[in-house]
């Protein structure tokens, strides 16, 4: 199968009768062939979620048919819907452009950048931010764009906007905030038009906020966790996309937890983005359906 | 929702186009509410499955008409098909009917008698066949029919036809060996017409045979594991519909690797188990998908 | 070996050299066989723990001569030591002797009882107390005495010292609440000499309190948890003893939370409960050093 | 805590009275500090284990003859022993010298060096051996010496004396095999003074041999594992040191499985190498004592 004809739609609605036979028949009427299809009613909240992946190669149409098409339908039952080709029109991918923000922990930047090169991440590493210069060397090894923008108490409004200025030029899709230790104001979550996965190194709702290994360790549990979540105003409250945990045991000293936790980061970090970037995750209230 | 008016649908064909709108358009067309579906492509193999679940409640036809309307699809893509509604048209529940066959062992049929009483499993256990009459006792805590067929190298023909009998005079859908230490023959497999679940106390294809954490233990493995697969004529040869492992060390001796292994082979074949009575798993080749 | 002579020595103390060499001299001087030994430091707490499990068949002294010795040294070393002997000196077994408080739920019960009949839990299960009628008959299967104490608002102090009454005549060393939905006064937990632990259904510290898997779903977690821990005065903040996690997803309702949920209470428990009853673990401060 | 004067000392031997508190005695006489200690026997072998950490930071003689008694009891008893100072009498650290091996697949290797720049892994990595020139680039900035041996039917005795002389050359005492798509020869195995670690990607005794990813797939199994191992002359049957699993269900491909076998084998090995630096692994038979 040749990947360059696919597309994804991604919808939420109000539950109703003839939901998915409608969208069915839209695009089987034009042409495209259904590939792959999941869906997942929310009965408490009322709400319909589905995922449809088809194949464009045979449209009796053209794009723009089916998109009014696929519009009329979303219309007829107030659907919030999201259509991406991996191609254009023109055969040219396309990638959603992310932006990584660091600091100076390289743990989680080495495994994207290494997940990407191996073919993993369906994206466009476009530029890494970071607050201190450290991981430049790194960047440089992957040949990726790094900008450093430092942070301070009394530079944060400007250096903010900075940074959105420095999205905005990039065109970037996705920040992902791997192991970034600085916390984004809620101006900056409402400016930014994308969106932005943090990985918090607790199985959150525990250990919120600062050094949760500490807390971790302090509180003697015998399993640590990592989340990987969309980032929000309110810090480390944000939809959880994945979360993992590792075993641990009276043994392990803080540092132990830190280490252990490194790879519990890379990992519950990487799965998320995967998902985000495959068009798999749709967010409602505080929560998430991954489809995979 | 009433539960009462739901209905599944299991399908697989080679694949084809237009396979999942022509279904979808069937079922709507009938008035039948599509609540869940979800489908796999093979691609090595070509091949097609698909679970839909959907409420007749409001059909705009009968049963009867839906099912040949149904059925012409089928036959127009060479689908095997089979649908099952969860309860009769007179509103009477449409259980599967299962025997659970034993030797001494009660680990597996206490689980699967409790999970059952707990509301997980939707069947009928409508018998226990044993080769030895220790577990009657529990049997009868449960107030299930208990049979005792002994065997030995002498008699299996005729014992084999006994439990056959047995299976038939009680309807019987589904035999759960649950650590019946006795090997079925390939006649017995070929001549009940219903599905046979094992459950294999070792991670397949490791293990094979008797005396499985034996040959772990052995072996010195870090991970032990156990294995639910539809039995075949050849032992542990079947499809696999479920696994798991836990881990163990040089500390355990092979008491310990037993007392790990229960609570996994309870898990593992409860688990195969309630995904079978749940029209969840497809068979074939050698393989299984399992929509979950 | 006989299992009949070993003895398992538990120690802890602030960290001071020659610890681990003057008790395995005294031990060894005596003519006790050290079998297994474990140890740990907790660094930031400068405490030393150590387990030494033992066997004095070929004793050149007495169990009380050695006695003396071990309180010499601990004594010396300003030690808390515990030393228990699998059998009395007249070969009669010393096992401990439990009291599970339950309610209506009966799957851990099942599960302690089963276990137990298993021979993986070494204990007297010697009463089953709960607020409800309704489990009498589970006990009754295993042969276990049963009481009732109903508990409302208004009886709650006459309830305790009815059930501290209980405990004291029937002579227990552990209670195991196994999903007892009522709390323990703080009152009650310093009165009773033994052991208290607790099974929480949520992965401690998240979801304090009443209802954690609705408190899970609500928060669209993708790990539920279940903790076992000693009871102390404050609710669900005692040293933990056990965890485990399984993956859930946007598909699970909270119904479907629940049912996962009783797998790992069972286990959960179950590990804590045979750790504790091997004289695996030691309290200190709000933690455990669980040697396994 | 000095961690440079810490020493380790591992023991096997057959099990015997009088075994631990000898040791003991030993140690603490000589002024030696015992920080840990585990032991471990195995009852079917008739065998003893033990790992003693000890700080001789206030020997009351010096390491020399600290190390002739411990070779005094080491004879008596009949003990194999090794025993390894973190560091030098003069101060300098006495690290493991390692050599990787690898073909083309860079995620092990990354892996491995960015564990040893993060402090995981107490070694010297000192040279990476390769039959192709790819990863040369990831040698570089790392800083590691890097040498191509080509491998071919015809050369293949030349080659092996070729990599052994530079084993030599750099003082190897570790070579970990990751991903390294050639097989050694017994020779090579036997001819080796130091240890050889491999990462076999499947859950051994599952899938010996070629394309193991490939036979899960065809199997339908529902796990795929990993495991490090000792390599001996036998092709993936040396003993394991260190397995573990990933979920995968029938919507894995190949690919899928390669892309998920990754983060295990990554883990997997670096688990076993971390636990091989810090002499935490007995080997005997075909098994290991992995004291953890």
Sequence with gaps: MDPSTLATLLISCADRRGLVAGLAQVLSGHGANILDSDQHTDRDAGQFFQRIVFDVAELNTDRGTLERAIEEVATR???????????????????????????????????LLLRHQAGELDCDISLIVSNHPDLEVVARQFGVPFRVQSKSRDNKVE??????????????????????????????????????????????????GGRPYHQAHERGVKLIGATAHYATADLDEGPIIEQDVVRCSHRDE??????????????VLARAVRCHLDDRVLRYGNKTVVFD
Tied chains: 1, 2, 3, 4.
Excluded at 175 to 197: E, P
Aim: hydrophobic content about 40%; some cysteine; proline content about 2%.
């Design 254 to 267: 803080v540092e132990d937890l830190v280490r252990k936790g490194r790879d519990l980061e890379k990992i």
């Design 77 to 111: 039952f107030t659907m919030a819907c999201r259509l991406s080709y991996r191609c254009g029109s023109d055969g040219s991918p396309n990638k959603k452009r992310v932006a990584i923000f660091v600091s100076k922990y390289n743990h989680c930047l080495y495994d």
């Design 159 to 208: 250096a903010e906007q900075h940074e959105l200025d420095l999205l905005r030029e990039f065109a970037i899709d996705l920040v992902v905030l791997a192991r970034y230790m600085q916390i984004l104001s809620d101006d900056f979550v409402r400016k930014f038009a994308g969106d932005i996965i943090n990985i918090h190194h607790s199985f959150l709702p525990s250990f919120i």
